[in-house]
């Protein structure tokens, strides 16, 4: 698992969607989440997703939903 530091957490979506060798439209399509958000989280423009957001993007990353809401700091 790649490690994550609550302040990055558009770099470690990023690089789960790589590892997964998804682009930007599969992600989509598979989270059901528009690709311009997506890329607004990746990018560190959308700070904080929320839960519900993060719960979409982690099934598509198949990736517990714990380890994003951690992530984003909604959790300890």
Do not use: C, W
Not at 47 to 67: G, I, Q, Y
Request: charged share 30%; hydrophobic share 40%.
């Amino acid at each position: 698992m790649v490690e994550v530091l609550k302040t990055d957490l558009g770099s470690y979506i990023k690089n789960l969607r790589i590892a997964k060798e998804m682009n930007m439209v599969q992600f989509s399509k598979e989270s059901g989440v528009s690709v311009a958000q997506i890329s607004r989280i990746e990018s560190g423009l959308r700070k904080v997703p929320r839960p519900e957001t993060l719960k979409h993007l982690s099934e598509a990353l198949d990736v517990p939903h714990e380890d994003l809401l951690r992530a984003a700091g909604y959790l300890n």
